[in-house]
C-alpha cells in the first residue's frame, strides 16, 4: 500500500547528511506504486524530486514538494551465447549489485565496485571509475514517463552517453523515473588494471594473474583508503567532474603547469585530475567551519557534523574560483544541487 509522508526529515535519505525537511515523501517499491502516486491528486500541486541513494545531492534548503525514493529491487540474468543479460531493479544499491554480479562471475563492473548510489541512477550520470563507464556495459533501462503513466524501454543509442551525462540529464531531464537497468555483461573477462592504483594494489598483494574478484578487491581497497564512508561522515563522493579541455587550452595549461595530471580522451581531448588542481591550490584536507574536503582526497567534499547544505555550497564556490585563478580551468559540481 502507497504511503505518503509529510514533513519528512530528508537526514536519513541524502549521503551529505544534511538536515532539511521535504513537505511530502513517498517509497516507491513497484511500478504499481508509480503509478498509483501519479494518478493522486498530489502530483499536480507539487514539483517532484526523484532519490534513489541520494548520493548525488546537496540540498541547501528545505524542500517544498514532494520527494519519491526509488526502493525497486531484485537482480535476474539471462546468458545470451558469451554475453550475460543482468537486470537490476533501480532500487539495488549498485555495490551491492557489483558484488552480485562478481560473485556470479559476470564481468564488466568489477571496476566500478563500490560507487555509493542506487541501479536507477547509474545510466542518468554514467558513473565510471577506474577506466570504465556505465555506457560500457549498459544494454537497455525502463522507465516510467511521467506525462503517459506509461513504461518505456531504452535502448543504448536512445540514451546519448558523454562524460557523467546521458539524455536523462538534458532533454528528458524530469520527465521520466528509471525503474530498471539491464547490463550485457561476459563469462569471459578482460581485466583491466590499467588505470589508477590497481596494478600497484594488485602486486602488493603478490597476485600477477587477476580474476575479476581480485580488480573488485582492490578497486575497493583504493576506493576506502581515499575516499570517506558516507555512514560515518557524510560526503557524497567526488564533488567535481574532471574537467575535459580542448588540446589549445590544455597547451596554456602545461605552459604554467607542466607536471598537470592528465589523461587523453577518445574524442580527442584531454581530460585533468579535477582533485590534483584541488589540491595544488591548497584545499586538500582544509576544514571551513563544519565543512571541508576530505583528507586524503581533494576530490570530496564532506560534512564534519552539522553543516548547512549552503555551508558545503560556498564552500565549493571558493575552490571554484581557486582553480579558476590558479590554472585557468573552471570546474563543474558533479553533484546536484537543491
Known amino acids: 500500500m502507497l504511503q505518503i509522508q509529510q514533513n519528512i526529515s530528508l537526514k536519513p535519505y ?29 502530483i ?6 526523484i532519490i534513489g541513494g541520494g548520493s548525488n545531492v546537496l540540498f541547501t534548503q528545505d524542500y517544498q514538494g514532494l520527494v519519491i525514493k526509488i526502493s525497486i529491487k531484485g537482480i535476474e540474468f539471462s546468458n545470451e551465447g558469451e554475453n550475460i543479460l543482468v537486470t537490476a531493479g533501480a532500487g539495488v544499491v549498485w555495490n551491492d549489485f557489483v558484488n552480485y554480479c562478481v560473485e556470479h562471475g559476470f564481468a564488466g563492473v568489477e571496476n566500478l565496485s563500490l560507487i555509493p548510489g542506487t541501479v536507477g541512477a547509474s545510466p542518468i550520470q554514467n558513473i565510471g571509475a577506474y577506466g570504465v ?23 543504448f543509442s536512445d540514451c546519448h552517453f558523454g ?17 530498471s537497468v539491464t ?9 583491466n588494471t590499467s588505470y589508477g592504483a590497481i596494478e600497484t594494489e594488485l602486486q602488493k598483494r603478490g597476485i600477477e594473474t587477476p580474476n575479476i574478484a581480485d580488480v573488485s578487491a582492490a578497486v575497493s581497497h ?59 591550490c591548497g584545499w586538500k584536507g582544509k576544514v571551513v567551519g563544519e565543512t571541508g574536503t576530505w583528507k ?38 558533479e553533484v546536484n544541487i537543491l
Open 14 to 42: 541524502n549521503s551529505f547528511g544534511i538536515d532539511v525537511k521535504a513537505s511530502h515523501f513517498a517509497e516507491i517499491f513497484n511500478e504499481d506504486d508509480l503509478k498509483e502516486l501519479f494518478e493522486s491528486d498530489l
Open 183 to 191: 547490463f550485457i555483461l561476459s563469462a569471459q573477462p578482460k581485466i
Open 222 to 280: 583504493i576506493r576506502v583508503s581515499k575516499l570517506p564512508d558516507p555512514s560515518t561522515i557524510g560526503n557524497a563522493g567526488s564533488f567535481f567532474k574532471n574537467p575535459v579541455i580542448d588540446k589549445h587550452e590544455f597547451a596554456d595549461v602545461v605552459a604554467n603547469h607542466p607536471d598537470v595530471v592528465h589523461y587523453p580522451t577518445a574524442d580527442d581531448k584531454i581530460k585533468l585530475a579535477a582533485g590534483w588542481l584541488i589540491e595544488q
Open 163 to 179: 562524460y557523467r551525462e546521458s539524455i536523462f540529464k538534458s532533454d528528458l531531464k524530469g520527465q521520466y523515473i528509471i525503474t
Open 133 to 155: 563507464e556505465l555506457k560500457d556495459v549498459f544494454d537497455s533501462c525502463t522507465a516510467f514517463e511521467i506525462k503517459t503513466g506509461e513504461i518505456k524501454t531504452f535502448n
Open 44 to 49: 499536480t500541486t507539487q514539483k517532484i524530486l
Open 296 to 333: 586524503n582526497q581533494a576530490l570530496v567534499l564532506v560534512n564534519h557534523g552539522n553543516a548547512t547544505g549552503k555551508e558545503v555550497f560556498n564552500f565549493s564556490a571558493q575552490i571554484i574560483d581557486s582553480v579558476k585563478s590558479t590554472f585557468g580551468v573552471t570546474l563543474e559540481r
